[in-house]
């Protein structure tokens, strides 16, 4: 542990002849090698995952992005954040944790060796192949595997207006390149766009057709998440992929991304989230477990995790469930290591 740590250290000094200004991220190796128990632990988890469960577990870096961004999306909100993403993305991260050292926090802190990056943290550097070799190296050294790369913020795969579409298209080539250098299996998109469900649809079906013939050439899938919207509705997603069709477009279903129309006091207009999962299922290449908030018992509060991991498993799904916190109440890192733990306890005995 002790010579891991001085290498880890070394490289987090070199990241600075990259722009890196981050340096909070060596007590957190700090910590890791102090707490040897924790350790022992997490590697505990990593046994009964291998040994007893149906699906491996990865990490989905949103499940960090306050200790990424810091309070930057808190003080910009969504759209001075957007306009900020497109014109100096690395102003943002004001947090604790510098995202090329994400696949070491993985393995020290959560013991797990797979990760699902957001694009949103690395938007300067699709194309930047010092910094694409450097992450990588990050990934070997901490034998951290990548699994996907969620992209938002480079247009709509479903805008009704084809020269949008197209354009948006192209847009998702860079993340397509940069999946496959890491050795990503897939790319996470979102079939949005504006109009009747049946023009979105008819849209959908010849974005994600253009980008996933792209994919196919590069041996990288594009997968849709259920991320609000008509794509929230299981029934039209699941047909939008079934016309596509082809082996490089599938989804990405997220136990708790139903709602398809928001108001001023929440969502107003939800799908059942269980019967949504069902429809996505047979096209999935990834599960993504969102969780919120937990009971004493430790179960979240409000998705049934064992009737959602059931559903899973009938559909044959043997692949990675990514862990993806999003509650407020626990701290970013309980909130990961209580998903864990869920999946691990239910997982194994389903």
Known sequence: MKMYRREALKKISSSAIM?????????????CENNTSKAKENEGLKKVATNSLFFSISLAQWSLHR???GDSLEKLGWEGFGKMLK?????????KIDPIDFPTVAR???GLGAIELVNTFYFSKAEDSAYLASFKQRCDDADVSVQLIMCDAEGNLGDTDQVARIQAVENHYKWVDAAKYLGCHSIRVNAAGH?????VKDAAVDGLGRLAEYGKQAGIAIIVENHGGYSSNGAWLSDVIKNVGGDFCGTLPDFGNFCIRRGADGCEEAYDRYQGVSELMPYAKGVSAKTHDFDAEGNETSTDYKKMLS????????????VEYEGGRLSEEEGIRATIKLLESLGSSI
């Open 19 to 31: 722009g890196s200004t981050y340096l909070a991220i060596p007590t957190v190796f700090t910590a």
């Open 311 to 322: 559903i899973v498993k009938d559909a044959g799904f043997t692949g990675y469930i990514g």
């Open 108 to 110: 020290e802190r959560f």
């Open 87 to 95: 014109e100096n993305p690395d102003a943002l991260y004001q947090g």
């Open 195 to 199: 109009g009747t469900a049946e023009e």
């Open 67 to 69: 200790s990424i961004f």
